[in-house]
């Protein structure tokens, strides 16, 4: 079902003065013909009861009387049958049997811009979905927003490519673009919206490792490549954001940007992790200093070598060159011992 825009004009300020203009007359009418009905004449009476009659029936026309601000919409049915949307902003007047229809007035998803619960309702129900807590507000109003709104789901815990629990949570910016469709086309859109977040994240984060890993494909192209959760941020949330939009597209729902919030390992295998990164970096620190003393020995045997200042034989250079390697490459500082004897 596609969207139909109401050219209805906003006369709906001419429809409550003509309703006032002509109630204060009526009741006028009554007040003055109440009491004496059977001693007016004929004319009055009929005016008596047509009075009597606009003042019984004549608020109906103030139901089709609808407000709209800015970047709100109302998606209107007669009978069951969808006549249109009104989109812009002004007061209306329209078919006061028309009602107007939204699932998802009262669905607070933890997320910005969402339905106001200022107005007392006639009743609340707590649900939960996951870990999502979904209040459902009835009484509340119809209108749909059309502004960006942010989608903030819980984290969830999900595991990578590697088999590893991670904690991920994201960010989600949407917007209706389709009134029509998001009413229609699901039972409630928001949270359609919710769950389709919620399968597109654990499609998406299955396919990384948390850390750079070897010879894993994140692609799909059949290539080892470098991405990661931590590391391909951007790309990830890219991919999470093209998911979700071939999801709700059916749904009138346009997702403006996905964003990663958090993201950590579970705290079952936080520490063991740590440790793990730990280990690595200290194998890398270790390799470095060890290159770079390897290069110093080299340099110093090769300048004493050209400047003739002493000759050694393989025994005394393989001596020296322990002594330099274990001078460079100790947690410590080196404590000289000084030979006072001969060199042999």
């Known amino acids: 079902m596609k969207e139909k825009i109401l050219s209805t004009k906003k006369n709906g300020m001419i429809v409550l003065l003509l309703y006032i203009a002509l109630d204060i007359p009526s009741l006028l009418s009554v007040i003055a013909t109440g009491d004496s009905f059977n ?52 007061f209306y007047w329209v078919n006061p049997f028309c009602a107007a229809v939204n699932p998802a007035a009262g669905t607070k998803l933890r997320q910005s811009g969402d339905v106001s619960g200022s107005h007392p309702s006639l009743y609340n129900a707590s649900l939960k979905s996951g870990e999502d807590s979904i209040t459902v507000n009835a009484g509340t109003s119809k209108k749909i ?6 989608l903030n789901n819980n984290k969830q815990k999900i595991n990578d490519c590697l088999g590893n629990p991670v904690e991920i949570g994201i960010a989600v910016i949407w917007k209706v673009v389709d009134t029509a469709q998001a009413v229609f086309n699901v039972d409630n859109y928001k949270e359609y919206l919710s769950l389709q977040c919620d399968t597109a994240l654990r499609n998406i ?14 692609t799909g192209d059949g290539i080892a490549d470098e991405g990661s959760l931590r590391g391909s941020s951007e790309i990830v949330a890219k991919r999470i954001k093209d998911e979700i939009q071939e999801k709700v597209t059916d749904a009138g729902i346009e997702i403006i940007e996905a964003r990663i919030t958090y993201l950590a390992y579970a705290p079952e295998i936080a520490a063991a992790m740590l440790q793990r990164q730990q280990a690595s970096a ?21 300048q004493l070598s050209e400047k003739n200042v002493v000759e050694l034989d393989d025994e005394r250079k393989a001596a020296m060159v322990s002594n330099l390697l274990v001078v460079l490459c100790g947690n410590h500082d080196a404590q000289p011992v000084v030979n006072s004897g001969s060199l042999y």
Do not use: C, H
Not at 145 to 150: A, D, F, N, P
């Open 145 to 150: 927003s059309l502004k960006m709104m942010t």
């Open 282 to 302: 200290v194998v890398d620190a270790r390799k470095l200093i060890v290159d770079g003393a390897v290069g110093m020995v080299e340099m110093a045997l090769e």
């Open 39 to 90: 001693e007016v004449g004929l004319t009055s009476q009929i005016l008596f009861i047509i009075a009597v009659g606009w003042l019984s029936l004549g608020w109906i026309l103030l139901l089709g009387l609808k407000v709209l601000k800015p970047q709100e919409a109302l998606v209107l049915t007669l009978f069951g049958k969808y006549i249109g949307t009104l989109k812009s902003e002004g």
């Open 205 to 218: 984060v299955r396919l990384y490792p948390y850390d750079i890993a070897p010879n894993i494909d994140t």
